[in-house]
């Protein structure tokens, strides 16, 4: 099993920036997929970005290309995600989640449906 547990999340203003921390415990393996997810009111939950452990691949939703970036630390076992440029339209939940068996080498699944464990979720507000 694997456990993961965010971090870094807070209330900003828009142009900041944050730095989440997902820190992985367990069974985790190269080949897996870690995924942001993110979850505002009333909202579906959206894949942010992705990274396989092997940190040989990413993706980036639209909306986030170029102000976002993800990256993984195995020594530490510990993927982040890098917020520069922040929008008020960032505000969510973010949720960090592991996929065991994502499509490939090197794909990523963005349904939530396909990801195995998830963390508890750190509020990240942007405020205008």
């Known amino acids: 099993q694997v456990q993961l547990v965010e971090s870094g999340g807070g209330l900003v203003q828009a142009g900041d920036s944050l730095r989440l921390s997902c820190a992985a415990s367990?069974?985790?393996?190269?080949?897996?997929?870690m995924g942001w997810f993110r979850q505002a009111p009333g909202k579906e939950r959206e894949l942010v970005a992705a990274?396989?452990?092997?940190?040989?691949?990413?993706y980036y939703r639209d909306s986030v290309k170029g102000r976002f970036s993800i990256s993984r630390d195995r020594a530490k076992n510990t993927v982040f995600l890098q917020m520069n440029n922040l929008e008020p339209g960032d505000t969510a939940v973010y949720y960090c989640?592991?996929?065991?068996?994502?499509?490939?080498?090197?794909?990523?699944?963005?349904?939530?449906?396909?990801?195995?464990?998830w963390g508890q979720g750190t509020q990240v507000t942007v405020s205008s």
């Open positions: 989640a592991a996929d065991e068996s994502p499509p490939g080498s090197s794909g990523y699944y963005t349904s939530p449906a396909y990801y195995d464990y």
């Open positions: 990274i396989r452990w092997s940190g040989l691949t990413t």
């Open positions: 367990g069974r985790t393996a190269s080949t897996f997929a």
